[in-house]
């Protein structure tokens, strides 16, 4: 399994361009994470695109990622990248035991935030700073189905400050704008 196997496969599940470039977003941010550990960039990639590609066809609790990850696995995709894509989804109870399960889980709400933030921006991104962020983290109203406390638990768990990991996922996603739409 390769990223263009992961990819074709995530576009045939997903039509939806906005859930494509959610997915997009997040596989930037496992890029930049790979890269910053010297972890494998392409099976991270793997994970970020493929994460949320059953929830299209299948988006009730706990159908997905459940049903997701057993396509996985007919397909042959390896035990690494389904238990990290079942730990995006903590009803799973699936443990995130390896740096690639907490990094997938500290970048996805994370990533759906940030594009809130920026798409309504007239620079989108481009110019868009940490203080924006926390700003609008703290507004309640905005964005509510983002998960503030998943945001929290996933910074704790990678040992990051939440500064950091928004500067971070800030800077992956800027260098990638024109593929996010921002
Ligand atoms: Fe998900
Ligand atoms: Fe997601």
Redesign the pocket.
Known sequence: MNYTDALNLMHEYTKSEALRK??YA?EVAMRAYARKYGEPEELWAIVGVL??FD?EKFPTIPEHPTKGSEILKEKGYTEDIRSAILG?ASYTSVQRDTLMAKVLYAC??L??FISAVAIIRPNKITDLEISSVKKKLKDKAFAKNVSREDINLGIKELDVSLDDHIMFVIEAMKANRERLGL
Do not use: S
């Open positions: 959610h997915m997040v994460h949320d929830y995006h996805d709400e990533c759906g």
